[in-house]
């Protein structure tokens, strides 16, 4: 028999919520398959099969605490389903023999309805009625047999005269035709995001300052040489690559932008490591692109591609996520026109990108329809003055506009 246990967590990480078992007890799996997910405060990490074998018994539940490299399971390695018997049936075999020998039949320790319906919900949809506080026996099933899916749970068809309790007993859904409504408690990870971004409004002096770029000659640029650089490099040529290298040129030549406070110190970072905001299902993730100078805009286009992938599907792992300079966030890509972005301490300023919108512009005395970006650097006040915040920004103004000059190192 082995134990299975939480992943050792950095220093950083006090602990973790089991969000989802993928197997049950009893259970056959192969070598490196998903058993479990962990979430923290900053990812969500998986457990996997040691060996091919049989998990046993299950420790640690659904939205249970755990601790770095705590138990959470029983696994024993080369047995099959039949040969390891999960642990509340082995629990139950002795009341049943001790029955029979008063002469008495073997009777069934389980009622087989309940033992039907707790059957019938895989642990996705056990983890979803946790969730929302939905009883999936009330819930109209599309699945064979009229189960209960983990889609059904997701948007939920009451079945008539039904009334959704939560455990403190108020309504959490109820059916009133097309009216329903829904409770789901905040991830952690979630939690941890409000946490930090009521701390950034509140610890920090933060300012905003705006400007706006041209983005025509970028985006010239991009239709004469995406299908050479494509080819080449085997990703696309994107505007955040750009982006990236400006901000990182920028930062050169305004150290305080790329410093951190740490108490009553302020450290000069001499490495430039940019962070680069994502959005996922379980909420806003800051992966770090490390030494960006060194980075070509292929290395960035490909490595921003290969977060955005992982961020969708819950893998960032903390190695992805620690660290960080300065941050660039881009709502553009949502359609946000403009936003004062909140900073992502210990770090002093973040860039916000927006979207690309026609507009007259005046130039040289005419007007010209333009694509025009608004461009927000948030900072923090105690660290930055206003001169290198502006100053910084119309650098990155500067460099965008004319992509030749990081070329020719101007």
């Known amino acids: 028999m082995a134990d299975i246990k939480a992943p050792v967590f ?34 969500v990490l998986e457990v996997v099969a040691p060996d091919d ?11 249970d605490t755990v601790l770095s490299d705590e138990l959470i399971a029983q696994f024993e390695a080369g047995a099959s389903a039949g040969d390891a018997a999960p642990a509340a049936e082995q629990s139950a075999a002795p009341a049943q023999e001790e029955q029979a020998a008063d002469g008495g039949e073997p009777v069934q320790v389980t009622d087989k309805k309940d033992e039907a319906e707790h059957k019938d919900q895989s642990p996705a949809v056990r983890k979803a009625a946790k969730e929302s506080g939905v009883d999936p026996k009330e819930v ?32 959490v859904a109820e059916s009133m035709g097309e009216r329903t409504e829904k409770r789901v408690p ?17 610890d920090t002096a933060m300012l905003t300052t705006f400007n706006e770029v041209n983005m025509k000659p970028l985006m010239d640029m991009r239709a004469k040489y995406k299908e050479k650089f494509e080819k080449r490099h085997g990703v696309r040529l994107g505007f955040m690559s750009l982006f990236v290298k400006a901000a990182t040129e920028a930062l050169k030549r305004f150290p305080a932008v790329n ?19 994502v959005s996922s299902d379980r909420g806003l993730v800051v992966p770090v692109l490390r030494d960006t ?22 893998k960032l792992g903390l190695e992805d996520m620690t660290g960080g300079t300065f941050t660039i ?53 105690r660290m930055i ?17 004319d992509p030749a000059m990081l070329l020719l190192d101007l």
């Open 53 to 63: 074998g049989v998990l046993t018994k299950i420790v640690k539940q659904v939205d």
């Open 10 to 43: 950095p220093e950083s990480v006090a602990d973790g919520t089991i969000v989802e078992w993928h197997v049950t007890e009893g259970q056959q799996v192969s070598r490196d398959d998903l058993l479990a997910e962990i979430e923290t405060d900053k990812v």
């Open 140 to 171: 109209e099933g599309s699945g064979r047999g009229g189960r209960v899916t983990k889609t059904d749970m997701a948007n939920p068809t009451l079945k008539s005269d039904s009334s959704i309790k939560s455990d403190n007993g108020r309504p």
């Open 293 to 314: 100078d060194r980075m070509s805009m292929a290395d960035v286009e490909s490595t921003i591609r290969e977060f955005g992938g992982k961020a969708q599907q819950g």
């Open 385 to 401: 003055d206003g001169k290198e915040a502006v100053q910084f920004l119309v650098t990155i103004k500067e460099l965008v506009e």
């Open 329 to 381: 966030s881009n709502g553009g890509v949502f359609g946000s026109l403009m936003s004062t972005p909140i900073l992502n301490p210990p770090q002093t300023a973040i860039l916000g990108m927006h979207a690309i919108n026609d507009r007259p512009m005046a130039v040289d005395g005419k007007v010209e329809i333009l694509p025009m970006m608004y461009l927000a650097l948030s900072y923090d006040h």
């Open 259 to 277: 410093a951190s406070l740490d108490g009553d110190d302020i450290v000069y970072h001499g490495f430039y490591d940019i962070g680069v905001a």
């Open 186 to 202: 905040m991830t952690r990870l979630r939690k941890r995001v409000a946490e930090r971004l009521l701390s950034a409004s509140q």
